[in-house]
């Protein structure tokens, strides 16, 4: 089972963003860090900002911050939302002409282990995998904002 590289730079924005709390975060800067194209990432932005996980600010001083918080951010529901589909095989597809197609069980064993690995993620939050938020902010040359009492 593989994601698409837009479902792993969605993780990735996510957890980036996530970690500069408040702060505004551009696309140059995700980019930057991850060392991936600013066209593919912007395109996963607007995604992120449409389907309401990231606030996108416009103008000279704008960019990204999470929306709603990293403890309401499903992985499971993030991935599917990302994932163009998830045919893993062809017979998953409408137009499937694969000889085997009505006497094969194929199909519904990987939809099983479609919808068990859905499900594993369905248990995790984005806060759940940012409970090591230090060492990911340095290995992301990240500052962390203080949180202000």
Same mark, same amino acid.
């Given at each position: 089972m593989q994601l698409t590289r837009f479902s792993d730079y969605?993780? @990735?924005?996510l957890i980036y963003v996530a970690l500069r709390r408040d702060q505004l975060s551009t696309i140059a800067d995700v980019a930057?860090?991850?060392?991936? !194209?600013r066209n593919h990432l912007m395109k996963v932005a607007n995604r992120l900002v !449409? @389907?309401?996980y990231l606030d996108g600010v416009r103008g000279k001083n704008g960019g990204l911050?999470?929306?709603v918080p990293a403890d309401q951010i499903v992985l499971g529901r993030l991935v599917r939302e990302m994932e163009p589909d998830m045919n893993l095989?062809?017979?998953?597809?409408e137009n499937c002409e694969c000889r085997l197609q009505h006497a094969c069980s194929l199909a519904g064993v990987l939809n099983e282990a479609l919808q068990a690995f859905l499900a594993v993620l369905d248990r995790y939050t984005l806060a759940d995998i940012l409970h090591n938020e230090q060492q990911l902010a340095r290995l992301l040359a990240i500052r962390i904002p203080t949180v202000a009492a």
């Amino acid at each position: 089972m593989q994601l698409t590289r837009f479902s792993d730079y969605a993780l @990735r924005t996510l957890i980036y963003v996530a970690l500069r709390r408040d702060q505004l975060s551009t696309i140059a800067d995700v980019a930057d860090t991850y060392d991936i !194209s600013r066209n593919h990432l912007m395109k996963v932005a607007n995604r992120l900002v !449409s @389907r309401g996980y990231l606030d996108g600010v416009r103008g000279k001083n704008g960019g990204l911050r999470l929306k709603v918080p990293a403890d309401q951010i499903v992985l499971g529901r993030l991935v599917r939302e990302m994932e163009p589909d998830m045919n893993l095989v062809e017979c998953f597809q409408e137009n499937c002409e694969c000889r085997l197609q009505h006497a094969c069980s194929l199909a519904g064993v990987l939809n099983e282990a479609l919808q068990a690995f859905l499900a594993v993620l369905d248990r995790y939050t984005l806060a759940d995998i940012l409970h090591n938020e230090q060492q990911l902010a340095r290995l992301l040359a990240i500052r962390i904002p203080t949180v202000a009492a």
